[in-house]
Structures are given as C-alpha cells and as structure tokens.
T-cell receptor
Framework: NAGVTQTPKFQVLKTGQSMTLQCAQDMNHEYMSWYRQDPGMGLRLIHYSVGAGITDQGEVPNGYNVSRSTTEDFPLRLLSAAPSQTSVYFC?????????????FGQGTRLTVV | SQQGEEDPQALSIQEGENATMNCSYKTSINNLQWYRQNSGRGLVHLILIRSNEREKHSGRLRVTLDTSKKSSSLLITASRAADTASYFCATVYDYKLSFGAGTTVTVRA
C-alpha cells in the first residue's frame, strides 16, 4: 500500500516556466488537497477536492490550477512559475472531510524557481 | 488567515521531561487533529479529538479540548530524542483542513 505518492521530489524551474506536480493515492479517498509550506508559515491550503470532478480554492490559489478527473489523481499545475512560488508542496488525502478521519500526506516536492 | 495558532513557536526540553503545546482556533469545529513533521518529511497524524470530547490519550500523548475557549493542548510525556519534530494542530471548517504555524520541539539528550 503506497499511500500518497508525490512526484517529483525536487524541481528547479526558471521564471515563467510551467509544470505539473503529480499526486496519486491508492486508498480510494474522496478528499484530496494541496498545501505549500514556507518557513514560519505552517501549511497553507492551495486547492482541494471533495471528489472526482469537484475542486475548489483554498487560502492561496493564485498561480495554480488543479483538476480531479479520477479519484486517485490530483495534479497541481503552475501556470507561469514565479520566485514567490519557491516552496515545499504537500499533497494530502483523507477518506472524507466532514467525518472524523485523518489525513495522509505525501513526502513533499521541494520547488525552487529561479 | 490560518484557522489554528500554536503556542509556543519553539520549545526545548531535556529528555525525560514533558512537553506541552497549545493551539487556539477561530471557528466551530467537528474535530481537532494533531500532526507531527520530522525535518524535511511529510506530516504524520498523531491523534484526533472530536468536538464532544474533552480529553483523549494515545500512548505518551494526551490531548485536551476546550470548545468554549476554542483551544486545545498536546502533552507529550517522558520525551525522547525521537520526539524532536514540529507539531501542528489542524481543524476542519467549511471542507477545508487548516493548519497552524506549528511548534518546533527539540529534545536534548
């Protein structure tokens, strides 16, 4: 059971480039989300999804797009990378969001935009 | 703005001592959760306390919840070097799982 898998683990982008961070879970979880973690800021919610075909914005959505075509996958797209998007990105999933269930996290993607 | 805020931001204790950290939140909740993050790794779930519970134990962890004060505390008893990590509280509101900025705990041998 792999849990939540994020790829790549590290990435360096040039300003203006686009890329997709991949997230996949094999636990048949309905709820998936993306966070960014910056020093001293904790985790900030970028986008989330309560099921296939349903996504919504979190606290810091600007510059990012998501889609949820399957239950398993929840990719995060950076449209035009900026240095302010240098961060560690975490994907998480849970069985549901309304119930009393825990979230499982991937190991993170460390992104540097130069 | 973030839903939860932890206090203190950092804590340094001797091995064997207890570590206590607090979390305050802003809105009504279904439950409050605590997570641990080792340096450079993903978060790991520690314990969940429901809104109708006041105290919960799991091994060396003790969590309390006071919904009237919108606050929670996490106590780690008999700390070990392996407990060195950052600890985050998290709450669910409006389909969003929101985290505080965390407490960094250092356990000295």
């Amino acid at each position: 059971n792999a849990g939540v898998t994020q790829t790549p683990k590290f990435q360096v982008l040039k300003t203006g480039q686009s890329m997709t961070l991949q997230c996949a879970q094999d636990m048949n979880h309905e709820y998936m989300s993306w966070y960014r973690q910056d020093p001293g800021m904790g985790l900030r919610l970028i986008h989330y999804s309560v099921g296939a075909g349903i996504t919504d914005q979190g606290e810091v959505p600007n510059g990012y797009n998501v889609s949820r075509s399957t239950t398993e996958d929840f990719p995060l797209r950076l449209l035009s990378a900026a240095p302010s998007q240098t961060s560690v990105y975490f994907c998480a999933s849970s069985y549901s969001i309304g119930g009393n269930t825990e979230a499982f996290f991937g190991q993170g993607t460390r992104l540097t935009v130069v | 703005s973030q839903q939860g805020e932890e206090d203190p931001q950092a804590l340094s204790i001797q091995e064997g001592e207890n570590a206590t950290m607090n979390c305050s939140y802003k809105t009504s909740i279904n439950n409050l959760q605590w997570y641990r993050q080792n340096s450079g790794r993903g978060l790991v779930h520690l314990i969940l306390i429901r809104s109708n519970e006041r105290e919960k134990h799991s091994g060396r962890l003790r969590v309390t919840l006071d919904t009237s004060k919108k606050s929670s505390s996490l106590l780690i008893t008999a700390s070990r070097a392996a407990d060195t990590a950052s600890y985050f509280c998290a709450t669910v509101y409006d389909y969003k799982l929101s985290f505080g900025a965390g407490t960094t705990v250092t356990v000295r041998a």
